[in-house]
């Protein structure tokens, strides 16, 4: 196991035991629906998932640095940017990529399919950040690699990225109480859990709104945010419509539901 993967686990270990104690102090929704089943859901995809790409991938975004660096290829190779400017400068636009990919994954009907997996969750906590179909996971690393070897990032810039993004992925999807004057102020520059919370709506507008993880000046940017629901925190419904069948959320529904075509659920995706 590399130094890497043990920081990984080490973080995510601990953001989501942190999270997990803070939604249970001080949860911001009442709970709607069993904790159990969808827990059971999205661990074990999750599992799937990094057992799959470990086999397969690994870790696939480091390796992409490593093999830029060593043959200086990237933007900020070709440039000779120093490495704390490159380092700065990768994090936030490995950031407005995740955003990007977001936004496509809305727009285009393949990959909506694989995930709005991730949206059929009914309700949303910490371990929503899990659920990931692992076809998902896998485009999601062949696509992150790509725009290492584009911008040239390098390795400890990437490692860094990847525990923000595990970490805020965390963050955002838990169910915990922040005090709004607070929230609004993070907003300016990150995501909060209110904030995506929104993204998982049952209202088509709301869920097409607020794509970022991490940073909240795309969605700002490319006038998709949206800064509260249209029924309040309390009253929203979370999910998909077309999903809310407890028969069609277990792990192996979930595994095959991209094969399924149901009627259009976004306002920009047709199947």
């Known amino acids: 196991m590399t130094y890497e993967v043990i920081l990984r686990l080490g973080v995510f270990v601990v953001i989501l035991g942190g999270c997990a104690l803070l939604e249970w102090l001080r949860p911001r929704r009442r709970w709607r629906c069993a904790k159990r089943p969808r827990w059971v859901a999205n661990l074990s995809l999750t599992l799937l998932s990094t057992v799959l790409a470990r086999l397969t991938l690994g870790a696939f975004a480091v390796t992409a640095a490593v093999w830029a660096g060593e043959h200086g290829v990237g933007v ?22 995740i955003w990007l990919q977001h936004w496509f994954s809305h727009r285009v009907p393949l990959l909506w399919r ?7 969750d009914p309700e949303l906590d910490v371990t929503t950040a899990l659920r990931f179909h692992p076809l998902e996971i896998g485009l999601s690393l062949l696509y992150k690699a790509s725009f290492v070897v584009l911008l040239g990032v390098p390795v400890a810039a990437v490692v860094l990225f990847e525990l923000l993004l595990n970490a805020s992925a965390l963050f955002t999807h838990a169910n915990i109480y922040i005090p709004r004057s607070l929230d609004r102020r993070l907003r300016w520059l990150f995501c909060t859990p209110d904030m995506h919370r929104i993204h998982h709506s049952v209202i088509a507008e709301e869920t097409n709104s607020n794509y970022g993880f991490c940073l909240s000046i795309w969605d700002r940017l490319f006038a998709t945010y949206r800064q509260q629901p249209q029924v309040g925190v309390e009253s929203m419904q979370l999910g998909l419509r077309e999903f809310t069948d407890p028969d069609q959320l277990g792990v192996l529904p979930l595994l095959v539901q991209p094969l399924k075509q149901v009627e259009q659920r976004c306002r920009h995706v047709a199947d």
């Open 76 to 97: 900020f190779n070709w440039l000779d940017v120093p490495g704390w400017m490159a380092s700065g400068l990768a994090l936030v636009l490995l950031d407005g990529a």
């Open 114 to 120: 694989l995930h709005r997996v991730h949206h059929t």
